[in-house]
T-cell receptor, first 114, second 110 residues
Framework: DVKVTQSSRYLVKRTGEKVFLECVQDMDHENMFWYRQDPGLGLRLIYFSYDVKMKEKGDIPEGYSVSREKKERFSLILESASTNQTSMYLC?????????????FGPGTRLTVT | QQPVQSPQAVILREGEDAVINCSSSKALYSVHWYRQKHGEAPVFLMILLKGGEQKGHEKISASFNEKKQQSSLYLTASQLSYSGTYFCGTDSNAGNMLTFGGGTRLMVKP
């Protein structure tokens, strides 16, 4: 069974804090993704990584950065959290080779920035 | 640009059928369908590829009209367990990234 785990289910941070969201997958997948989920807007891609140290911007990268130092781990960083970054954050992974493969999602981190 | 899903929400009685649509403004290479129950991670249902190949669960059926740039998910003889939010994700570039629609909330009542 593929497992994608995220470091926290719930997180509360203050405006201006640096926030790290961690994601780990155990199936040796090349591709990893960070999405943001907001009501009515579905899942919006923040960043995508196709290999260690390799990344591509998604649809809404502003205010976020990512790090992938090991194949199994993909981190999302909010350099200076703002209230408009309050949201549900989902990590996903899949094998490399294009969109012919299903994505496996983690349980999500609900981040509240006050 | 995100694909457009319709309807936005639907309520069914057990045993009834439903169709969820996903329309894109771009030519599509693949369409993914996922279901998310409240408080849980999205779960894979089906992938439809340009050219007609499909991968997914046997009990789920879907169509992919390449000309119309749209896909439909068919839920027949619905069960209570079908309740949740359904998302389509589309790829127009034969790449690795998907663009997801806003979701369709489905509620099945006894």
């Amino acid at each position: 069974d593929v497992k994608v785990t995220q470091s926290s289910r719930y997180l509360v941070k203050r405006t201006g804090e640096k926030v790290f969201l961690e994601c780990v997958q155990d199936m040796d997948h090349e591709n990893m993704f960070w999405y943001r989920q907001d009501p009515g807007l579905g899942l919006r891609l923040i960043y995508f990584s196709y290999d260690v140290k390799m990344k591509e911007k998604g649809d809404i990268p502003e205010g976020y950065s990512v790090s992938r130092e090991k194949k199994e781990r993909f981190s999302l960083i909010l350099e200076s959290a703002s209230t408009n970054q309050t949201s549900m954050y989902l990590c996903a992974s899949c094998p490399g080779g294009g969109s012919i493969y299903e994505q496996y999602f983690g349980p999500g981190t609900r981040l509240t920035v006050t | 640009q995100q694909p457009v899903q319709s309807p936005q929400a639907v309520i069914l009685r057990e045993g009834e059928d439903a169709v969820i649509n996903c329309s894109s403004s771009k030519a599509l290479y693949s369409v993914h369908w996922y279901r998310q129950k409240h408080g849980e991670a999205p779960v894979f249902l089906m992938i439809l590829l340009k050219g007609g190949e499909q991968k997914g669960h046997e009990k789920i059926s879907a169509s992919f009209n390449e000309k119309k740039q749209q896909s439909s998910l068919y839920l027949t003889a619905s069960q209570l367990s079908y309740s949740g939010t359904y998302f389509c994700g589309t790829d127009s570039n034969a790449g690795n990234m998907l663009t997801f629609g806003g979701g369709t909330r489905l509620m099945v009542k006894p």
